[in-house]
Every structure is written in structure tokens, then in C-alpha cells.
T-cell receptor, first 113, second 120 residues
Framework: QQQVKQSPQSLIVQKGGISIINCAYE??????FPWYQQFPGKGPALLIA?????SEKKEGRFTISFNKSAKQFSLHIMDSQPGDSATYFC????????????FGKGTKLSVIP | DTEVTQTPKHLVMGMTNKKSLKCEQH?????MYWYKQKAKKPPELMFV???????INESVPSRFSPECPNSSLLNLHLHALQPEDSALYLC???????????????????FGNGTRLTVT
């Protein structure tokens, strides 16, 4: 019940295309859903985050869509660029006194010119 | 560049060595974390300090010993490691309102760039 299932495991998108990464969860106590971007040799960096009372959040080319009833959320990267090539982790956090951030298994995105 | 600084960036140590990893942040965060990340895997939580006190130990072997000298510093002391302990060790920090709620929407985790540890 603590898992966050992330798909696909890897994704190849052409420059200018839309990259879509999906995540699903079971634990209804999760109340905070961040996405982290990690480049090789670097630590994860917070990209964008959403709470379940919001259905969509957009920051620049990055958008999170959230479907509370389906317990699913997704990251859309519009106009994907080669510089977006990285591993993306969705995560979920239960604010009820827990420090544990549950990560998905990650998606390796490659944006080809 | 990240606001969480980790040193060293790379470390090679033998199984009989003793070494320490260091982490520093100056964002005023009161929760600090150690994560371990193996290749092509997500980070795994090891330890959490809240207000300089150990709050969480995720059943980590005693050959890893954390220390939080003050609110800005976090160390991880290593002794008698095994080759399977080779990994990227990440430090992170977040605000903590003292109620034990740690990271949240308003205080996300900030990661350092990690120490790449190789145990020979």
C-alpha cells in the first residue's frame, strides 16, 4: 500500500514532442506529490509538486495532472528538449507525522534531436 | 548548484577503513536526511534527524553511524563496509515545524549531489 507505481521505465521522445510519465498509488493518506529530476552524477532536484486538492499545476513546460478518484498523477513535459534528458522520479508523501517520501522506480527520459 | 553541500564527491575505501561523509546546509532547515541510491534505482531512506535528534533509522547496519553536530551539519561515519555498500550517498534537508511532519508541500526535500562511494 506504500508503493508508487511509475511508468514507463524508459521513454524516448523527439525534440519538440510531449513527454508523459505516469504514476499511480494506493495509499489514500498520501497528500503531497513531488516530481524529482536527476541528471547523471547529480542529486535529485525538485521539479514540481502538487497537492490532491488541485487537479493540475503548470510551471513553464512542466505540468502535473492529478486524478484523485483514480489515484493517478502524471508529468507532462511540453516541447521536450535534449536538456530534459534525465531520470524522473515521482514521489508521494503522507503528511501525517512521517518523514518517509515514497519514490516511484524512475523513468529515464531521452530526448533525441 | 545545490544548496546542500556534500564532501567528498568521490570516495574509495577498503573494507577495513574508517571514513566519514559530510553534509552542510545553510537554509535554516531543521530536518536532515541520509539516503542511499544504487544505480538505476530511486533513493532509499537511511536516517532522519529532526532538530539534531535521530528520528528515524531505517534498520541500517551499524557499520553506518550518523551524527548531527549542529543544525547545519550532518555526518555519516563508515566502518568495515562491504562491497555491496558501494552506492551514491545523498544528503537532504527540509524545513520541519517540530511537529514531526518533516517534508511537506511547503517544505520539500533539497538534495545534495551526493558522495559516490566505492568499497573495494
Amino acid at each position: 500500500q506504500q508503493q508508487v507505481k511509475q511508468s514507463p521505465q524508459s521513454l524516448i521522445v523527439q525534440k519538440g514532442g510531449i513527454s508523459i510519465i505516469n504514476c499511480a498509488y494506493e495509499n489514500t493518506a498520501f497528500d503531497y506529490f513531488p516530481w524529482y529530476q536527476q541528471f547523471p552524477g547529480k542529486g535529485p532536484a525538485l521539479l514540481i509538486a502538487i497537492r490532491p486538492d488541485v487537479s493540475e499545476k503548470k510551471e513553464g513546460r512542466f505540468t502535473i495532472s492529478f486524478n484523485k478518484s483514480a489515484k493517478q498523477f502524471s508529468l507532462h513535459i511540453m516541447d521536450s528538449q535534449p536538456g530534459d534528458s534525465a531520470t524522473y522520479f515521482c514521489a508521494a508523501y503522507s503528511g501525517a507525522g512521517s518523514y518517509q517520501l515514497t519514490f516511484g522506480k524512475g523513468t529515464k527520459l531521452s530526448v533525441i534531436p | 548548484d545545490t544548496e546542500v553541500t556534500q564532501t567528498p564527491k568521490h570516495l574509495v575505501m577498503g573494507m577495513t577503513n574508517k571514513k566519514s561523509l559530510k553534509c552542510e546546509q545553510h537554509m535554516g532547515h531543521r530536518a536532515m536526511y541520509w539516503y542511499k541510491q544504487k544505480a538505476k534505482k530511486p533513493p532509499e531512506l537511511m536516517f532522519v534527524y529532526s532538530y539534531e535528534k535521530l528520528s528515524i533509522n531505517e534498520s541500517v547496519p551499524s557499520r553506518f553511524s550518523p551524527e548531527c553536530p549542529n543544525s547545519s551539519l550532518l555526518n555519516l561515519h563508515l566502518h568495515a563496509l562491504q562491497p555491496e555498500d558501494s552506492a551514491l550517498y545523498l544528503c537532504a534537508s527540509s524545513q520541519d515545524n517540530g511537529g514531526g511532519t518533516g517534508a511537506s508541500y511547503n517544505s520539500p526535500l533539497h538534495f545534495g549531489n551526493g558522495t559516490r562511494l566505492t568499497v573495494t
